[in-house]
């Protein structure tokens, strides 16, 4: 059955990988767009999702594309409606918020998909599995990059909710936390932040395994040239080295997954999206913003000089 979907915040996200994924599903049509400024040709726009609902009650679910710090009051609109949502990453601006959007899904009897999309990279999987039986000596994580190339004028980045770096940091901590055999949590760490701003720039993060296997990450949002979204696995086979955000990975220098970053992550993401809807469950799981949380509450801050883009 063709689930007839509407799209709400239409911002880079959803222009680079939302539309052009939707376009290749055969399941899904996409029957509107909700947002502040922007039209398709041909399709119904709406600027708020209750003139939407009033307008199209044949739409049965949403994709929200907007910034964390909105999305609880536009999910909780949808589900209290009966629409099935896909949340983009982070599901929400705290972990309370996520809590009240999963009960209400259950009680509407709607599907709640919250996405982290770098789970969805090629080589994630082969990572999970090759790590249930290699010996993992420690783990080092390092995410840099240009902040003024991959989000410009996103102003939302630097505001409470807004995570900074962490907006791209939360997706090497959903990988992790996805192919690590075992939970890890915060030891300490540094948050630099800018003296203009809200939000960290970087972080210095150390993190251990139950086991006490150390887990360290590096955030950086100012990296120019080469950019690196790195995650390497030090095991008693040699290096498990998963690359270009869980796109490429090698074991020992040997090649096993050569693939594109972000490519056909959207697609994996909205097949997952209908398989959830066919058994009306739900997919729901905070590790990677509570780590985040962790860090806001257990790192040290360091001012750094004000950023200005
Ligand atoms: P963006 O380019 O700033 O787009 C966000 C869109 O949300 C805006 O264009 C706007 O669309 C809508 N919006 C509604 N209320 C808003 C408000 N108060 N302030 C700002 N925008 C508002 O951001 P994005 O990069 O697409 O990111 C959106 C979400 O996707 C974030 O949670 C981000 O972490 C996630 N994400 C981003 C990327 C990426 O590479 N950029 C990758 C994966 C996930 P309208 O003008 O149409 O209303």
């Known amino acids: 059955m063709t689930v007839k979907i509407a799209l709400i915040g239409l911002g880079k996200i959803a222009q680079d990988q939302h539309l052009p ?3 290749r599903q ?4 996409l029957a509107a ?4 400024n922007a039209s398709l040709d041909n399709i119904d726009a709406f600027t708020s999702i ?4 009033k307008a199209r009650p044949d739409i049965t679910a949403v994709s929200l594309c907007v910034p964390p710090q909105v999305r609880f009051d ?3 609109t949808a589900l209290k409606a009966g629409l099935d949502v896909m949340l983009e990453k982070p599901p929400g601006s705290t972990l309370s918020e996520v809590a009240a959007l999963q009960d209400l899904a259950e009680q509407n009897g709607c599907s709640l998909f919250a996405t982290w999309h770098s789970r969805f990279a090629a080589a994630v999987s082969n990572a999970q599995n090759m790590l249930k039986t290699l010996d993992i000596k420690s783990v080092e994580v390092i995410w840099k990059e240009d902040v003024r190339r991959w989000h ?10 807004g995570l900074g770096v962490f907006d791209p940091g939360i997706n090497a901590l959903s990988i992790v936390t996805e192919i690590l055999p075992e939970k890890f949590y915060l030891s300490d760490g540094i948050l ?8 960290p720039i970087a972080a210095d993060l150390n993190f251990k395994t139950t086991s006490g296997i150390p887990v360290a990450a590096t955030f950086d949002f100012l990296q120019t040239g080469p950019q690196t979204w790195d995650i390497n696995i030090e095991t008693d086979q040699g290096m498990l080295a998963l690359s270009n955000g869980g796109a490429k990975l090698s074991l020992a220098g040997k090649n096993l997954v050569i ?7 959207y697609d994996r993401i909205y097949t997952r999206f209908a398989d959830l809807l066919d058994g009306k469950k739900s997919d729901v799981d905070v590790a990677p913003l509570m780590h985040v949380a962790d860090c806001f509450m257990l790192c040290k801050h360091e001012a750094t000089d004000a950023f200005v883009e």
């Open 21 to 23: 994924s939707l376009a």
């Open 50 to 53: 209750e003139d939407m609902i």
């Open 192 to 199: 630099f932040i800018p003296k203009n701003l809200h939000t």
């Open 259 to 265: 693939s594109d970053a972000l490519a056909s992550e």
């Open 26 to 29: 055969d399941g899904y049509e």
């Open 74 to 76: 536009i999910a909780k």
């Open 33 to 36: 767009i909700v947002s502040r």
């Open 152 to 161: 410009p004028g996103q102003d939302w980045i630097w505001q409470p909710g």
